[in-house]
């Protein structure tokens, strides 16, 4: 369960601060697939940043069942980032000189998983998102989806409680994105974790169990609750 608190965040200083999140309070149950949809600007990004750690709010709390992600330092929070969380991009934000298998490994390694392991995790890996043939490949040497499909090995590898997933599928073609939505709906089934999706793609968002709407920096509705108060996700 993730629980959110009155969370407030604000970019830049003075005349020009713009206020990106504002008074949000949600909570998101253990394994649910939830999307947040919005205007460009809206807040979503920065909500998703908010709650992995990648940003800090400025008021506030973020639970992790009864972990307080708000009250830790930088150190603990990277910590809890790296041994219970996976992240997907727009980009994919691989390593240009690492092969398939190397990438996948990253998050095991940053953790002192020693090789041998790392290597037989990040396979059965790419075994569950159908690329384990490419295992040798460098990113320059597959195409779009291939390299989804490699981060999103790369984000589940380790067996992470939470995947985030930032416009997964926002540089993709059709078909591509068609896959990489149903893989993560194979996941969430397969493994349990929790995922999150900011993305403008209504097919994307109506594969989730829930859609979040932002508008200006609040939650203004689900597809499950039209009120304006506080929403459970």
Partial sequence: MITVKNINKSHGQGPSVVKALKEVNMTISTGETVSIMGPSGCGKTTLLQVLSGIDQMDSGEVWFNETPLHLMNDTQISRFRLNHMGFIFQSYHLVP???T???????????????????KQAMSSL???GIEDKF???PSQLSGGQ?????IARAITGNPQFIWADEPTGA???EAAEQITGLLQM???TLGSTIVI???DPNVASSTSRIIHMKNGHIVRSRNDESLEAIQI
């Fill in 136 to 138: 040798d490949r460098y």
């Fill in 147 to 151: 390299n989804q499909r490699v981060a």
């Fill in 187 to 189: 996941l969430n089934k």
């Fill in 97 to 99: 000189v690492l092969s």
């Fill in 172 to 174: 993709l073609d059709s």
């Fill in 101 to 119: 298998i190397e990438n996948t490994m990253l998050p095991l390694i940053a953790r002192g998983i020693c090789r041998q392991e790392a290597t």
């Fill in 127 to 129: 075994k569950l998102v």
């Fill in 198 to 200: 900011v993305t403008h």
